[in-house]
Structure formats: C-alpha cells, structure tokens
C-alpha cells in the first residue's frame, strides 16, 4: 500500500482550514439573522397593504345596488385578511416593545455581571488580607514563645510593640471604618 505524502492532511492543516470554517458560518449567521429579520417584516408589511386594498374594495361596494350573496362573499373574505392585518400590524409594533426591553435586559444582566466580577475581586482581596493578618498573629505567638522561653499554650502577656504591630497589620489589611479608631 502506498501512501500520498500530499493526500495526508497533518494537524496544521486542520487548524489553517478552522478559520474559513468559522468566518463561513459567521457569514451564515449574519446573512440567517438578516433573513430572519427582512422576510417576516415584508410579509407583515404585504398583508398590511392587501388589507388596504380590500378595505378599498370594501368601500367601493357599499352602493345600494349590491347583492346581499355578493356583499356577505366580501364581507367574510374582508374578515379573514382583517385579521391578518391586525396580527401582522401586532407584530410591526410588539417587534419595537420586545426589541426595547430586551434591550434594557442585557444592559441589567451586564451591569450585574460587572457587579459581581467587582465583589469577586473584593472577596478574594478580603480572604488574602485575613490570611495575611492570621499568619502576622502566628508570628507574634511565635515569637513571644520563642523570646521568653515559655512552652507553646504558655499564656503571657504581649509586650506594647508587639501589641502595636498587630494592630498596623490589622489596620493595613483592614481599613478602620471611621478615622476615630
């Protein structure tokens, strides 16, 4: 059996045919959403003016010289499209109200999402600081331990510079709230 070294198609290749692949179906989906758009607004527009036409037809059968078959024939055709009419202007007019609150919908759930992306950063920044402040109290514990000679669980009491200490990592990773403190 014999190989084609040109028929073999390597990985390199794929990812060099991936882009026309995806500038295609966008192209389709630009051109799917356009035709989504334009036809059923075209044909609200047609049933919109074959109702013109037969109210048009309506008003030039009202002599008295009518049929009553011919004039009730028309009538119930006339109800028909009517109906149509009123659907198709529905859409023409709930298409704008729909198209607006979706509108306003996006904009809430992008302003929630930033929100939530912001007190995601806050969260993790509060999580660090604690860790930072337990490690600085673990330090002073070790420390005082270890200058004093006392066995670990030994209480004593923390010297004022230690006591200091801890209180400017505490105001560092967490702000006082008013300036008093």
Not at 51 to 65: A, D, E, H, I
Not at 99 to 120: I, K, L, P, V, Y
Not at 149 to 160: D, E, I, M
Request: hydrophobic share 45%.
């Amino acid at each position: 059996m014999t190989t084609n070294p040109q028929a073999m198609t390597t990985h390199d290749d794929l990812l060099a045919i991936e882009p026309a692949e995806s500038g295609l179906k966008a192209t389709l989906a630009a051109v799917l959403s356009f035709t989504q758009g334009l036809v059923p607004l075209l044909v609200a527009m047609i049933v919109l003016w074959y109702f013109g036409t037969v109210l048009k037809r309506m008003f030039g059968l009202t002599s008295p010289n009518i049929a009553e078959v011919e004039w009730g024939r028309n009538a119930y055709l006339y109800a028909g499209v009517e109906a149509l009419a009123y659907a198709a202007a529905g859409f023409l007019f709930g298409r704008e109200v729909n198209r607006q609150r979706a509108e306003r919908a996006e904009e809430n759930a992008s302003r929630a999402q930033r929100e939530a992306t912001s007190a995601q950063r806050v969260a993790a920044q509060s999580v660090a600081n604690g860790q930072a402040l337990a490690e600085g109290v673990r330090e002073l514990e070790r420390a005082q331990v270890g200058a004093r000679g006392a066995a670990p669980g030994t209480p004593s009491a923390p010297s004022q510079s230690e006591v200091r200490m801890v209180r400017g990592i505490a105001d560092r990773l967490f702000p006082p709230r008013d300036a008093k403190n």
